[in-house]
């Protein structure tokens, strides 16, 4: 029964060197979180967040420099996970910065425990949503694309063959079904080979 309950925990990594501040998060989180710890490099973020399975990430710092923030960027395109980065002071004013990066939250002196639960709730729906808008991005510029790619090699067919807009379409259309392919992929090989074409 323990084993099952463990795996429907929220698993939280949480880089830091502080023990004093990991120790105290321990301590007021409920049993619903699984925490792991590993130690923080002073200037460079040295660990993948692949390395391990995990929700979340909670960064605890002193402060945080634009070195670590690109490092942390560069780690979040490969891996998206919600981030929340705890931060003492924030000298070199990288918040807005960390936000573009990929940082879910972005927490100055307010390092309060029993506030972490909530936090984590808002900054994982907070990504959710974030990455929603994004699909959904990437899906109409491929949309997009598609069309401008559809619509270039309708142009060819009705120059090269003397067919009005409805009647390339078709034709770009029975090619598809007869290839197995889809009208994008036949119409990207119809204007590859278009200099052929009688």
């Given at each position: 029964m323990k084993a099952n309950a463990d795996v429907s925990k929220l698993k939280v990594l949480t880089i830091t060197s502080d023990v004093d501040a990991f120790v105290r998060l321990q301590s007021s989180l409920s049993s619903q979180y699984a925490l792991q710890r590993v130690p923080d490099a002073e200037d460079t973020l040295t660990f993948s967040f692949s390395e391990t399975v995990q929700d979340i990430v909670l960064i605890f710092r002193t402060d945080v420099t634009a070195a670590y923030l690109e490092d942390l960027r560069d780690v979040l395109a490969k891996s998206p996970i919600p981030v929340i980065l705890f931060t003492e002071a924030d000298p070199y004013h990288v918040?807005?910065?960390?936000?573009?990066?990929?940082?879910?939250?972005?927490?100055?002196?307010?390092?309060?425990?029993?506030r972490v639960p909530t936090l984590i709730e808002v900054s994982i729906e907070r990504f959710k949503l974030h990455q929603a808008l994004r699909n959904e991005l990437t899906k109409s510029q491929e949309e997009l694309a598609a069309r401008k790619v559809i619509e270039r090699a309708k142009g060819l067919l009705m120059e090269k063959k003397q067919l009005n807009e409805q009647e390339a379409y078709r034709s770009l259309r029975e090619l598809a079904m007869r290839q197995s392919k889809s009208i994008k992929e036949v119409a990207e090989t119809l204007i590859l080979y278009s200099d052929i074409l009688p």
């Open positions: 918040a807005p910065i960390a936000i573009r990066y990929g940082v879910t939250s972005f927490v100055v002196a307010g390092f309060e425990p029993h």
